[in-house]
Structures are given as C-alpha cells and as structure tokens.
C-alpha cells in the first residue's frame, strides 16, 4: 500500500471496502508561503495525497496515480466532520499538531523536517486507518477529500456538520449527571482514562531514557579526542590510538539517527494516547443520550401528574400555582379544557420524544459497543507490534555498541 512511499506499520483490517478499491498514500510533504485568512504572510506545509484504482493495479496496468495537495488543517475537518457524523465510532487520530514527549535535544519546530516527515506517515497512517473502517471508509465525503482537490470544503459544510458540532461542544462541555449509566461504557471510559494515564508515564520515560543516552553517547566523543590525541605521541601505540579513536567518534555521532528511529515507535504510542480521547467521547456520546432521554422521561411523567391533576382536582405536590388557584378560586371550565387540550398535544410530543431518544439510545450502544470492540483488537494488535519492536531496536542499538566495543578492542590488542 505505499505508493512507492514510505510505507507505516499500520496493520490494515481486512474485508475494508475503500481499501480494496484504490491504494492510498500521503507521497510527500512541501513547505509554501501566502496569505492567511487576515491577510498576514505565513508559511504552512501541504502533503500530496496519491490514490490509484485497485484494480488496474491487480491486472498489472501501472497507472500514474490521481494526485492533490492538502493541508494540516483540511485533515482536521475531515476528522471533526467523522466525529460528528459517526458518534458511535472511535475515529482515527490525528498526528499530533506540535510535538510533545520528546527528548530536548530534538527540535520541537513545526516546521522540522523530521518532525514534518513523521507527520507525513502519521497522515498516511490516518487514511489508512479511516479507509480500513467498515462504515468509515464508505463516507462520500471522505472520498471526495481523497479524490477531488477543488469543492471539499464547501462539500462538507454542505452537510450542516458544524451546527452539529456547536451544539455537541456545547452539550459535551455542559455538567449532568446520569442516573442510570450503562455498566460497560462507565468500565470503558474508566479504561480510556488508565490508557491514557499509563501510555503519557510510557511516553515520558522513554524521554528521560533518551535524554541519559544522548548524553552518554555524546561523551564517548570525549573517548574518540583523547585517544586522537595521546595518538600523536606515540610511536608504537599510534596507529591503534587512532583508529580506536574514530571507533569512538562514530559511535558518538551514531545517537542521533537512533534517537530519531525512536519517535516513530514513540509515534506510535502518541497515536494511542489521541485514540484514549477518542473513546472517551463516544462514552461521553452515550452518557448524554442517556442523559436527555432521562430528561425527556421526567418531563413526560412531569406532564402527565399535571393531567391528572386537572382532571381529578386534587393537587398530589405543592406548587405555587395550586397555591394561586386555592386563594383566588379556580379557574373557568374554557380555561381548564384549553390547558387540558395543551397538556394532551405536549404529552403526545413527549411520548414521541420518549420513543425517538430511546430508539437513539439503543443504536448508539448497539454501533458503540461494536466499534469498541473492533477497536480493542485493533490495539492489542498495534501495541504489541510496536513494542515489541522497540524492544528489537533496543537490542540492535546495544549490539551495535558492542560491535564498536569489540572493534576498539581489536585496536588496542594490535598495539
């Protein structure tokens, strides 16, 4: 699937529709200058997305693939177009926007290019993942974003997503309490909150670690200037001097393309700590359906109590109202009937209502549940993929030392 690019270690879920149909890649990133929306020069990074038809790939036609450029920020609409319209979907994550976690040596510049190449793989990664989806990857408007350069953004606010996202925003950030919340989402948010939790303490260590080991390989350095220099003194010992010393000088410079493999598995990481937030919110989709159904049950049960009320006269609550109505007599018979009619047509709404929020309810938790699930062994899979991987390179990395251990040693034994 790389397009003759650079390919991720994403593991792509069979039976994807989109996936079967067209290779995607994100081919190449490009640094441009122009005006912003207030008319200030700025500078901002396009990527080059390239998709090919499956199959004229399968019978061995080599089409050049369609090409278009997309920025950063056309990424995120695509996902806050997804999260609003599948709520019951944990949706793919973004590469980070600035980078975090890092060791301070590396450049947190947006506009690095290590750090703009990785968010390259991590925006193929992102497609990938979104084109692997079962629902995800049939989206028109996904397509559209794959495969037409002019029109996507009028598209997609063609959808009217973004009154759904004001709404949800608002909804989302606003404080209530359930009273019946289903066992398992309040489990899975309590484990989106651990995942979370334990992958940002993963994530620092591997900094601290890196930091201590740029250090030490640095000093070695220090060995390869030393035994450079004790070397011009010495007649016999010279010429193993040297060349220990050089042994060392590489291994000093070595640290840095190791540090630099390293993000992509701490890339790898960062991706699960954003998919941790992902859950969350559609946990948090479930907690407020649950929500306004509960609402809209105890305004109905509200409205039926007044029913009866006026119909039999007797007041079960206190209330000003029937206060008012005992001090100052009772109202007229037409009075009684026109508030009686109205109570009938808000009952029959909120009967209707009762009916709608509890059908929205049950898909929610039914798609939900699913996709979690989906998810779950989604990241068994990738988390043991990419630490076992880590693992590997550590051993590697420690091997390489050895190697240039030995070498020196086979220096000094010349001598």
């Given at each position: 699937l790389d397009c003759g690019c650079t390919g991720t270690s994403l593991m792509v879920e069979e039976g994807s529709t989109l996936l079967r149909r067209m290779e995607i890649c994100v081919a190449e990133a490009e640094k441009r200058s122009g005006k912003?929306?207030?008319?200030?020069?700025?500078?901002?990074?396009?990527?080059?997305?390239?998709?090919?038809?499956?199959?004229?790939?399968?019978?061995?036609?080599?089409?050049?693939?369609?090409?278009?450029?997309?920025r950063y920020s056309e990424f995120e609409l695509l996902r806050n177009y997804l999260i609003v319209t599948y709520p019951y979907i944990v949706v793919p994550p973004l590469p980070e926007k600035r980078a975090e976690f890092v060791w301070h040596k590396l450049s947190a510049d947006n506009m690095d290019p290590d750090f703009v190449e990785r968010r390259r793989v991590g925006l193929e990664n992102f497609l990938l993942r979104v084109a692997s989806h079962?629902?995800?990857?049939?989206?028109?408007?996904?397509?559209?974003f794959l495969t037409e350069e002019h029109g996507?953004?009028?598209?997609?606010?063609?959808?009217?997503?973004?009154?759904?996202?004001?709404?949800?925003?608002r909804a989302l950030s606003a404080t209530f309490r359930v009273r019946n919340p289903d066992k398992r989402f309040m489990e899975m948010k309590h484990y989106s909150d651990e995942l979370q939790s334990h992958t940002s303490q993963l994530?620092?260590?591997?900094?601290?670690?890196?930091?201590r080991l740029y250090g030490v390989y640095k000093v070695h350095g220090n060995y390869g200037r030393v035994f450079s220099?004790?070397?011009?003194?010495?007649?016999?010992m010279g010429d193993g001097l040297q060349s220990a010393g050089h042994h060392m000088d590489a291994y000093a410079a070595s640290i840095d393309d190791i540090l630099e493999e390293e993000e992509h598995y701490a890339d790898q990481l960062k991706e699960y700590l954003s998919y941790a937030e992902a859950l969350r919110a559609?946990?948090?989709?479930?907690?407020?359906?649950?929500?306004?159904?509960?609402?809209?049950?105890?305004?109905?049960?509200?409205?039926?109590?007044?029913?009866?009320?006026?119909?039999?006269?007797?007041?079960?609550t206190f209330s000003f109202k029937g206060m008012t109505n005992k001090l100052f007599g009772q109202e007229a018979p037409e009075q009684r009937e026109a508030r009686l009619k109205l109570l009938e047509e808000l009952i029959a709404e909120g009967e209707e209502s009762?009916?709608?929020?509890?059908v929205e309810r049950e898909e929610h938790v039914e798609r939900a549940w699913v996709d979690m699930q989906r998810f779950k062994e989604q990241k068994d899979k990738d988390l043991r993929e990419a630490l076992i991987s880590y693992a590997v390179m550590q051993?590697?990395?420690?091997?390489?030392?050895?190697?240039?251990?030995?070498?020196?040693?086979?220096?000094?034994?010349?001598?």
């Open positions: 912003n929306a207030v008319n200030m020069q700025e500078t901002f990074t396009v990527y080059l997305i390239e998709t090919r038809p499956m199959d004229a790939v399968a019978e061995g036609r080599n089409p050049a693939p369609d090409s278009l450029w997309r079962p629902v995800l990857s049939n989206d028109k408007i996904l397509y559209h996507w953004k009028e598209a997609v606010c063609e959808t009217g997503f973004q009154a759904k996202v004001d709404s949800r925003l994530l620092r260590a591997r900094a601290r670690v890196a930091d220099e004790w070397s011009a003194i010495e007649k016999e559609v946990c948090r989709k479930h907690e407020l359906s649950q929500f306004e159904l509960e609402m809209a049950s105890q305004d109905l049960i509200s409205k039926k109590q007044q029913r009866e009320e006026l119909t039999t006269g007797i007041v079960r009762v009916k709608e929020k509890t051993i590697s990395m420690c091997k390489k030392g050895i190697q240039v251990w030995g070498n020196a040693k086979e220096c000094f034994l010349k001598m």
